[in-house]
């Protein structure tokens, strides 16, 4: 198997003179079905297209293009307009495969080809330069099927996980908000509650407290526990602080106000609060998704939103009676739990998929010994 070293321009057909920029005003004036591309993916929607079919959009200028946060090449698809801060790009027949140069960009280092330091940006001409190393034809489409399978597996996955927790959350919803639970058309109530139910603080029945405010993501590792940070489940620690169920909460920032459900060994860090349920009437599962509507946390801050722990424990709870508590939790936690064992699935998979990426479009590994190890991840 032959690889062979080439310009990219020898080997893509540019289309970006059929690029036309609308500024927000004018796409306000023409709000429509359609998606309309920048550098990183979709801007807006508006009513009219210029481009049609399967394209591969290369970011032409922005802070992305250094710090990869996210992808540099991504694909656009059916009916959709493109600004001039993209370029747009396919594979020349027989030369070069559009998945497997997604793949090549995601894994290789641009840097030396863009220019300006406040405004980064890759213009055609350099991009035309940039030197890719190409198999064959075919080679370059098996090692595309092989990392597009594992992006469909994680694809898939992810619908899953947002499928069964809709389920949940649809059913807590149904029971606990709209008081449509099973045998609600002869309940009581006594005031807006019915008979038997009763409300109280989240500090009543919750541990609540800071996450470690000592750490942060400087102390992060490639491999360990997993940590939360206002952003999420985003890295690693050498050791955990907890080995139970829990709920951690984005106290500040873009995400305040955002919930993760967390299990197993786990960490939570600087700028989140962590909870958990020390009332046998009330279990992790319902205190998940009662705090994880949209309005249930009370901000400050305007310029930077933040949740004092002083609020969050005065939060209100509705406690249900025992018998629906049991009821939901024997739907929740099981959903939850599935869902969490599909996360961990994708992380082995991303990893996984890490590890091949480079190693495959440099040809550095056989792609008969991935597609192996493929089939086994399946």
Known sequence: MKWEAVKLGDVIDFFDARRVPLNSGQRAQRQGPYPYYGASGIVDYI???IFEGRYLLVAE????LNSRKLPVAFFAKGRFWVNNHA???RGKADKADDEFLKHWFAQTNISGYITGAAQPKL???NMKQIEIDLPPLPTQQRIAAILSAYDDLIENNTRRIAILEEMARRLYDEWFVCFRFPGHETAKFDGDLPTGWSEVTLGEVAD???GDTKTTKKSYVDSGCVAYSAAG???????FDYERTGIVLSAIGANCGITWFARGKWSCIKNTIRFFSRDQSISDEYLFFTTGLSDYWPKRGAAQPFISQGDAKQCKVVVPSESLHERFLAIARPALKQADNLRHMNANLRAQ????LPKLVSGEIDVSRAEAM???AE
């Open 47 to 49: 009513d009219d297209f």
């Open 61 to 64: 200028d922005g802070e992305n």
């Open 87 to 89: 370029h747009i790009i």
């Open 123 to 125: 213009s055609q001409m």
């Open 208 to 210: 609540v407290a800071w």
């Open 233 to 239: 489940p985003d890295g690693f620690l050498p050791h």
């Open 353 to 356: 998929s890490d590890l091949l």
């Open 374 to 376: 493929l089939e086994a």
